[in-house]
């Protein structure tokens, strides 16, 4: 490790409410010099950047943003080649001695482009750290007022449906379905076909203004949005 260079620090920003973001997270964006805040499309604002934007304007010190673009695509030659752009960029910063925040939604360690550019950082030698912000389903779950694990029970989380699920779904009790504006309909078709008695509850941009909850699965593609299923215990929690 070369300890002349600057740290990418990888913060989870949790679900959407600034109010969600640890104090450790909150410290370290009062001062880092720079702040990675990656984009889908470059005209296209950073929801992580909205959820602590409030923070760095009431920062002390003068701070840089950098925006690299990851774009929602499948093509992995091409992700691989905004990856090493990203990476470029962030080395750039590091190699001045300045650390580099990298703001991400929910979680760094959760389905989160934070870490194929923290591998190809590492690989490089620099220093690579996390602090975990709260991921997007505790937030869910919290704002749907469930619980979503007791005892022994088996919580699964699925980053995309399709034909592993199969062999897998009745050793679950709680099912957390992620990224669902990619699989709607197999994921109906996969849980109706469950013989339980189930509960289905989907939660869309948490913790933001325009939260929504219903029960049901999402027809529509918003992006932010998480679908909760329960099998055979319901218990919900009131909200104060
Ligand atoms: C690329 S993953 C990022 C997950 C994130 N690192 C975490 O810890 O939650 C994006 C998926 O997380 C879920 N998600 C993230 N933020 C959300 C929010 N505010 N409301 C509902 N779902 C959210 C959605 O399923 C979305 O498709």
Same mark, same amino acid.
Request: proline share 7%; with cysteine; charged share 30%.
């Given at each position: 490790m070369n300890n002349s260079k600057g740290r990418l620090?990888?913060?989870?920003?949790?679900?959407?409410?600034?109010?969600?973001?640890?104090?450790?997270?909150?410290?370290?964006?009062?001062?880092?010099?720079?702040?990675?805040?990656?984009?889908?499309?470059?005209?296209k604002p950073s929801v992580a950047l909205s959820i602590v934007q409030g923070i760095l304007d009431g920062r002390e010190y003068e701070y840089k943003v950098i925006e690299p673009i990851f774009p929602m695509i499948e093509d992995q030659k091409a992700l691989e080649s905004y990856w090493d752009l990203a990476a470029q960029l962030i080395s750039k910063e590091l190699d001045e001695g300045r650390d580099v925040s990298f703001i991400t939604l929910g979680d760094p360690s959760i389905y989160s482009t934070f870490s194929y550019v923290a591998n190809l950082i590492e690989k490089q030698g620099y220093s690579v750290e996390m602090i975990p912000g709260i991921t997007s389903f505790t937030g869910c779950a919290a704002s749907a007022g469930i619980t979503l694990g007791?005892?022994?029970?088996?919580?699964?989380?699925?980053?995309k449906v399709d034909e592993r699920l199969k062999g897998l779904l009745e050793h679950a009790d709680t099912m957390v379905i992620m990224k669902t504006s990619r699989h709607?309909?197999?994921? =109906?078709? &996969?849980? +109706? #076909?469950?013989?339980?008695? $189930?509960?289905? %509850? *989907?939660?869309?941009?948490?913790?933001?203004?325009? =939260?929504? &909850?219903? +029960? #049901?699965?999402?027809?529509? $593609?918003?992006? %932010? *949005?998480?679908?909760?299923v329960k099998f055979n215990d319901f218990k919900t929690h009131e909200k104060s």
């Open positions: 620090i990888g913060i989870g920003v949790g679900p959407g409410d600034p109010d969600l973001l640890t104090v450790k997270a909150v410290k370290t964006l009062e001062s880092v010099p720079v702040i990675c805040s990656p984009k889908s499309s470059k005209n007791e005892k022994d029970e088996i919580i699964l989380v699925v980053p709607s309909k197999m994921l =109906e078709e &996969i849980i +109706e #076909g469950d013989p339980r008695e $189930k509960k289905v %509850l *989907s939660i869309q941009n948490c913790g933001m203004d325009d =939260e929504k &909850i219903f +029960e #049901g699965f999402a027809k529509n $593609k918003r992006y %932010l *949005s998480t679908t909760i």
